[in-house]
């Protein structure tokens, strides 16, 4: 089965950029999602096809793969962004979840 | 708008098969290009996706779990249903249905933009 490999956690000062980072093998072949999901809630996507923000999400957020690697960053980070954040890659067989970083706004 | 919401029981003995149930509105499960798919998330732990189920019938599931799992729609109900054997204490976990969005070939992936509020099942005796 894909796996990919997250940082357990990330720590960024407000108003700083933070970045997760996801690796996973040929990575960049696949199509990354980003979600961030908050204590007692449902995961919510904030990065789709690598670099795309749904509708209502904030320009702050943005993502980037290449290579082996993909790339969460949050530019001019809030206290509201210290959540829990999963990378997803689909590749065709079924959706894999990184296991998952905690972002810590210090 | 598009919701979903997870129905099943919240306790479930070991060796028990659990089954959830997925309810939807909002969008058809015959549109080209809409899935729905089980996630699962045991406490304090990374999500899981257990198995998906797309517009025409095809199904993906998790390879450690394909054994044990089977998903089904019934698209006139707006329903997608997941039975889960011989449950066991691991698996103790809240449930998530989620709706998925490809293109028709599924070569590109828009990636789960809806959840449901999951549902909590405990396995014990």
């Known amino acids: 089965s894909y796996e990919l490999t997250q940082p357990p956690s990330v720590s960024v000062s407000p108003g700083q950029t933070g970045s997760i980072t996801c690796s996973g093998e040929?990575?960049?072949?696949?199509?990354v999602c980003w979600y961030q999901q908050k204590p007692g809630q449902s995961p919510v996507l904030v990065i789709y096809?690598?670099?795309k923000r749904p509708l209502g999400i904030p320009e702050r957020f943005s993502g980037s793969t290449s290579g082996n690697t993909a790339t969460l960053n949050i530019s001019g980070t809030q206290a509201l962004d210290e959540a829990d954040y999963y990378c997803q890659a689909w590749d065709s067989s079924i959706e894999a979840f990184g296991g998952g970083t905690k972002l810590t706004v210090l | 708008q598009i919701t979903l919401k997870e129905s099943g029981p919240t306790l479930v003995k070991p060796t028990q098969t659990l089954t959830l149930t997925c309810s939807f509105s909002g969008f058809s499960l015959t549109t080209s290009g809409v899935g729905v798919g089980w996630i699962r998330q045991p406490p304090g732990k990374a999500l899981e996706c257990l198995a998906l189920?797309?517009?025409?019938?095809?199904?993906r599931y998790s390879p450690s779990l394909k054994n044990r799992v089977t998903i089904t729609k019934d698209t006139s109900k707006n329903q997608v249903v997941l039975s889960m054997t011989n449950m066991d204490p691991v698996d103790t976990a809240t449930y998530y249905c989620a709706h998925a969005a490809f293109n028709w070939n599924y070569i590109k992936y828009y990636g789960m933009d809806v959840w449901g509020q999951g549902t909590t099942v405990t396995v014990s005796s």
């Open positions: 096809q690598d670099s």
């Open positions: 040929t990575l960049v072949n696949k199509n």
């Open positions: 189920i797309f517009w025409n019938d095809d199904r």
